[in-house]
Protein backbone atom coordinates (compact mmCIF):
# COMPACT_ATOMS: atom_id res chain seq x y z
CA UNK A 1 0.00 0.00 0.00
CA UNK A 2 1.61 3.33 -0.89
CA UNK A 3 0.45 6.60 1.06
CA UNK A 4 0.21 9.65 -0.81
CA UNK A 5 -0.47 13.18 -0.27
CA UNK A 6 -3.41 14.59 -2.59
CA UNK A 7 -2.53 18.28 -2.99
CA UNK A 8 -6.31 20.18 -3.78
CA UNK A 9 -5.96 22.07 -7.07
CA UNK A 10 -5.02 26.12 -6.69
CA UNK A 11 -3.67 25.69 -3.47
CA UNK A 12 -0.56 27.83 -2.53
CA UNK A 13 2.95 25.50 -2.38
CA UNK A 14 2.88 25.20 1.02
CA UNK A 15 0.81 22.42 2.17
CA UNK A 16 -2.15 23.26 4.93
CA UNK A 17 -3.19 21.29 7.27
CA UNK A 18 -6.80 21.82 6.07
CA UNK A 19 -6.23 21.25 2.85
CA UNK A 20 -4.12 18.00 2.86
CA UNK A 21 -5.91 14.81 2.55
CA UNK A 22 -3.78 11.22 3.49
CA UNK A 23 -4.55 8.17 1.41
CA UNK A 24 -4.25 5.25 -0.34
CA UNK A 25 -3.33 5.57 -3.90
CA UNK A 26 -6.18 3.57 -5.05
CA UNK A 27 -8.83 5.91 -3.05
CA UNK A 28 -7.05 8.96 -4.96
CA UNK A 29 -8.34 7.32 -7.90
CA UNK A 30 -11.98 6.79 -6.86
CA UNK A 31 -12.36 10.41 -6.47
CA UNK A 32 -14.56 11.63 -9.13
CA UNK A 33 -13.63 14.88 -9.58
CA UNK A 34 -10.05 13.87 -9.42
CA UNK A 35 -7.51 16.17 -11.52
CA UNK A 36 -5.49 14.42 -13.57
CA UNK A 37 -2.26 16.23 -12.40
CA UNK A 38 -1.57 15.20 -8.62
CA UNK A 39 1.32 14.86 -5.85
CA UNK A 40 1.71 12.13 -3.82
CA UNK A 41 4.68 12.09 -1.38
CA UNK A 42 6.71 8.61 -0.41
CA UNK A 43 8.54 8.73 2.79
CA UNK A 44 11.76 6.17 3.83
CA UNK A 45 12.03 5.30 7.55
CA UNK A 46 15.81 5.58 6.35
CA UNK A 47 18.03 7.77 4.20
CA UNK A 48 19.45 4.73 2.53
CA UNK A 49 16.25 3.44 1.36
CA UNK A 50 16.04 6.81 -0.10
CA UNK A 51 17.34 5.50 -3.85
CA UNK A 52 15.35 2.10 -3.71
CA UNK A 53 12.63 4.30 -2.65
CA UNK A 54 12.68 6.14 -5.76
CA UNK A 55 13.73 3.45 -8.09
CA UNK A 56 10.29 1.39 -6.66
CA UNK A 57 8.14 4.50 -7.35
CA UNK A 58 9.70 5.23 -10.83
CA UNK A 59 8.95 1.56 -11.76
CA UNK A 60 5.12 1.73 -10.10
CA UNK A 61 4.41 5.02 -11.82
CA UNK A 62 5.51 3.55 -15.41
CA UNK A 63 3.50 0.25 -14.87
CA UNK A 64 0.25 2.29 -14.03
CA UNK A 65 0.42 4.83 -16.70
CA UNK A 66 1.32 2.12 -19.55
CA UNK A 67 4.35 3.13 -20.57
CA UNK A 68 6.62 1.12 -22.70
CA UNK A 69 10.47 0.28 -21.59
CA UNK A 70 11.65 2.26 -24.92
CA UNK A 71 9.50 5.32 -23.67
CA UNK A 72 10.21 8.12 -21.37
CA UNK A 73 8.86 9.27 -17.95
CA UNK A 74 5.79 11.33 -18.45
CA UNK A 75 6.20 11.84 -14.29
CA UNK A 76 9.08 13.97 -12.29
CA UNK A 77 10.12 12.25 -9.43
CA UNK A 78 11.85 15.10 -6.68
CA UNK A 79 14.14 13.63 -4.14
CA UNK A 80 13.71 16.05 -0.87
CA UNK A 81 17.31 16.43 -1.08
CA UNK A 82 16.53 18.94 -4.65
CA UNK A 83 16.19 22.03 -2.43
CA UNK A 84 19.24 21.44 -0.68
CA UNK A 85 20.79 21.22 -3.81
CA UNK A 86 19.01 24.41 -5.11
CA UNK A 87 20.44 26.48 -2.14
CA UNK A 88 23.60 25.21 -2.83
CA UNK A 89 23.83 26.53 -6.46
CA UNK A 90 22.46 29.68 -5.19
CA UNK A 91 25.54 29.74 -2.75
CA UNK A 92 27.98 28.91 -5.90
CA UNK A 93 26.63 32.23 -7.56
CA UNK A 94 26.75 34.44 -4.56
CA UNK A 95 30.60 33.27 -4.22
CA UNK A 96 30.93 34.58 -7.25
CA UNK A 97 29.45 37.65 -7.06
CA UNK A 98 31.43 38.16 -3.85
CA UNK A 99 34.31 37.10 -5.85
CA UNK A 100 33.47 39.85 -8.35
CA UNK A 101 33.04 42.36 -5.39
CA UNK A 102 36.07 41.53 -3.58
CA UNK A 103 38.22 41.79 -6.92
CA UNK A 104 36.46 44.95 -7.83
CA UNK A 105 37.32 46.71 -4.13
CA UNK A 106 41.10 45.26 -4.36
CA UNK A 107 41.79 47.04 -7.44
CA UNK A 108 40.33 50.43 -5.73
CA UNK A 109 42.50 49.80 -2.36
CA UNK A 110 45.41 49.39 -5.22
CA UNK A 111 44.68 52.46 -7.38
CA UNK A 112 44.40 54.11 -3.44
CA UNK A 113 47.64 53.08 -2.12
CA UNK A 114 49.26 54.38 -5.00
CA UNK A 115 47.82 57.68 -5.26
CA UNK A 116 48.82 57.62 -1.31
CA UNK A 117 52.55 57.06 -2.04
CA UNK A 118 52.55 59.02 -4.67
CA UNK A 119 51.80 61.94 -2.51
CA UNK A 120 54.33 60.69 0.06
CA UNK A 121 56.98 60.88 -2.71
CA UNK A 122 55.76 64.45 -3.50
CA UNK A 123 55.99 65.39 0.44
CA UNK A 124 59.42 63.98 0.90
CA UNK A 125 61.01 64.99 -2.55
CA UNK A 126 63.77 66.90 -0.33
CA UNK A 127 64.20 63.77 1.95
CA UNK A 128 65.04 61.93 -1.04
CA UNK A 129 67.88 64.39 -2.43
CA UNK A 130 69.30 64.48 1.05
CA UNK A 131 69.41 60.39 1.05
CA UNK A 132 71.12 60.76 -2.48
CA UNK A 133 73.45 63.79 -1.68
CA UNK A 134 75.01 61.64 1.35
CA UNK A 135 75.39 58.66 -1.13
CA UNK A 136 72.23 56.84 -0.99
CA UNK A 137 71.49 54.50 -4.29
CA UNK A 138 68.48 54.10 -6.06
CA UNK A 139 67.91 50.52 -5.13
CA UNK A 140 68.13 52.29 -1.45
CA UNK A 141 65.08 54.31 -2.06
CA UNK A 142 63.28 52.02 -4.26
CA UNK A 143 63.41 49.75 -1.01
CA UNK A 144 61.98 51.88 1.48
CA UNK A 145 58.85 53.38 -0.70
CA UNK A 146 58.39 49.59 -1.53
CA UNK A 147 58.88 48.43 1.86
CA UNK A 148 56.43 51.06 3.08
CA UNK A 149 53.34 50.33 0.85
CA UNK A 150 53.84 46.73 1.64
CA UNK A 151 53.48 47.24 5.42
CA UNK A 152 50.33 49.64 4.84
CA UNK A 153 48.79 46.88 2.72
CA UNK A 154 49.44 43.99 5.66
CA UNK A 155 48.24 46.53 8.05
CA UNK A 156 44.90 46.62 6.21
CA UNK A 157 44.90 42.70 5.28
CA UNK A 158 45.80 41.81 9.14
CA UNK A 159 42.50 44.30 10.22
CA UNK A 160 40.43 42.60 7.87
CA UNK A 161 41.19 39.21 9.11
CA UNK A 162 40.40 39.84 12.67
CA UNK A 163 37.15 41.35 11.96
CA UNK A 164 36.04 38.61 9.74
CA UNK A 165 37.45 36.34 11.53
CA UNK A 166 35.66 37.74 15.11
CA UNK A 167 32.61 38.78 13.37
CA UNK A 168 32.22 34.75 11.28
CA UNK A 169 32.95 33.30 14.88
CA UNK A 170 30.06 35.56 16.29
CA UNK A 171 27.38 33.47 14.06
CA UNK A 172 29.07 30.37 14.65
CA UNK A 173 28.38 31.06 18.25
CA UNK A 174 24.77 32.07 18.11
CA UNK A 175 24.58 28.53 15.36
CA UNK A 176 25.94 26.66 18.12
CA UNK A 177 28.89 25.67 15.49
CA UNK A 178 32.37 25.55 17.01
CA UNK A 179 35.49 28.38 16.83
CA UNK A 180 36.62 28.41 12.92
CA UNK A 181 40.49 29.72 12.11
CA UNK A 182 40.33 29.44 8.07
CA UNK A 183 44.10 29.33 8.14
CA UNK A 184 43.71 29.09 4.17
CA UNK A 185 42.32 31.86 3.55
CA UNK A 186 44.65 33.49 6.13
CA UNK A 187 47.27 32.90 4.55
CA UNK A 188 46.23 33.41 0.53
CA UNK A 189 44.95 36.94 2.11
CA UNK A 190 48.33 38.17 3.47
CA UNK A 191 50.08 37.06 0.08
CA UNK A 192 47.40 38.85 -2.10
CA UNK A 193 48.04 42.27 0.00
CA UNK A 194 51.42 41.59 0.00
CA UNK A 195 51.74 41.58 -3.81
CA UNK A 196 49.05 44.54 -4.28
CA UNK A 197 51.32 46.24 -2.20
CA UNK A 198 54.23 45.69 -3.86
CA UNK A 199 52.07 46.41 -7.63
CA UNK A 200 50.64 49.61 -5.85
CA UNK A 201 54.04 50.89 -4.70
CA UNK A 202 56.25 50.17 -7.46
CA UNK A 203 55.64 53.42 -9.87
CA UNK A 204 55.93 55.81 -6.67
CA UNK A 205 59.23 53.81 -5.79
CA UNK A 206 60.55 54.55 -9.22
CA UNK A 207 59.36 57.95 -9.67
CA UNK A 208 61.19 58.70 -6.01
CA UNK A 209 64.77 56.26 -7.32
CA UNK A 210 64.84 59.24 -10.56
CA UNK A 211 64.46 61.99 -8.82
CA UNK A 212 67.81 64.33 -9.42
CA UNK A 213 68.66 64.92 -5.93
CA UNK A 214 69.94 68.62 -6.89
CA UNK A 215 66.13 69.54 -8.21
CA UNK A 216 65.32 67.82 -5.21
CA UNK A 217 67.16 69.08 -1.76
CA UNK A 218 65.32 72.84 -3.74
CA UNK A 219 62.35 71.64 -4.06
CA UNK A 220 59.72 73.58 -1.44
Known amino acids: ?93 IQGAAGAIGLITLMGAAIGLMNIMLVAVNERTREVGLIKAIGGKRKHIRAQFLFESTIISLLGAIIGILLGVLVGNLFSLVLGTGFVVPWFWVILGILICSLVGLLAGLWPALKASRLNPIVALRYE
Open 1 to 93: MVIGVLKSKGSSALLRADNVIITTYNNVRKLQNASNSFTIGVMTDDVQKLNGAVSESTALFRAIRNLQPTEDDNFAIDKSDKLAETFIGLLGS
